[in-house]
């Protein structure tokens, strides 16, 4: 769906809350209705209002792609069912022999859709460190078309410079495409750093809540935004209307809530950093973290996720992990309650015995927005 015209002085809140979501012109409705409605009645044969069945159109998804595409700054924006849902589809735009160029930290799902599923179509992949240029232009070949990252990355928490990404990519005439689940667009833009596609779990912070499963795709090029348009038809992977209504109003509440998110990790960093019993801590808003420098120029914040490894391996790991009471031990990331887990033996079992292995002793940590002093308590009890 392209995105509407609307005064271009609005800022990132009122965009959140008014970009396609105008009252109902029909009831007066402020809230954008449910259009729970499989199909839509025609005026005469082939002639319909601007809708004629639910997995092409409907008016409750338009709001939605209206409104995200508005916070990312792009023209065209897509919805879809899951995050992975849009990787896929993303994904589907290449041919066999074509080649992808990914992050050697990568969530565990895009790995295995990558080297598990792609690969039986004849698309090839390599893994790179992308905290340097020539790392990445190593791992080129003729065949490249995608070059994918995530930033912040899943779960080392490493920057990657969009800019000179997608400087590389382009270079190439390859497709620089951006997972911005982490930053979202209120912390990160990635469109505006050169990046082709932008895409999204909306499950975690846009949703915000534990309580829908959605995916987004976000891009400036009408071209693709076509491509992206006839494949998200064609394969029918899209968010039932209820799913949308869920994520309108997540979205709405987005600016508040990461606020609270980064102040309350900040905070948490502070605690671990000096803790005894932790071996290191990943966060890009630490000066140490050697990514830092990148994060200050291309985000506004450092976002709600923390990650660190503590002293006594996986055994510790596992222990410190089943041990707090407010973190609760589950997958998924980027809702208002905080979650922990170990990833080698959780989100990123997949990348085992890969380029993308997790060190088992990694913690990770999804801060949520509870108390930050009762969120101290409860790390320092499973710590200790």
Known sequence: MARENMDERWGFETRAIHAGQKPDPQTGAITVPVYQTTTYEQDEVGKDRGYEYSRTGNPTRDALEISVAALEGAEFGRAFASGMAAEDTILRLLNPGDHIVMGNDAYGGTFRLISKVLTRMGVTWSAADF?????????????TRVVWAETPSNPLLSVVDIEMLSEVAHSIGAWCVVDNTFATPYLQQPLAHGADF???SATKYLGGHSDVVGGFIATNSPELDQEIGFLQNAIGAVPAPWDCYLLLRGVKTLSVRMDRHCDNAER???????????ADVLYPGLSSHPTHDIA???MKKFGGMVSFTVHGGPEAARMVAGSTKLFTLAESLGAVESLIEVPAAM??????GSPLEVDDSLIRLSVGIETTDDLLEDLSNALS
């Open 268 to 278: 948490i960093v502070t605690f671990l950093d000096g803790h005894p019993k932790v």
């Open 131 to 143: 905290s340097k240029r020539e790392n990445i232009e190593n791992c080129l070949t003729d065949r």
């Open 296 to 298: 200050k120029k291309q």
């Open 198 to 200: 932008v895409v999204h």
């Open 347 to 352: 989100t990123h079992l997949s990348a085992e």
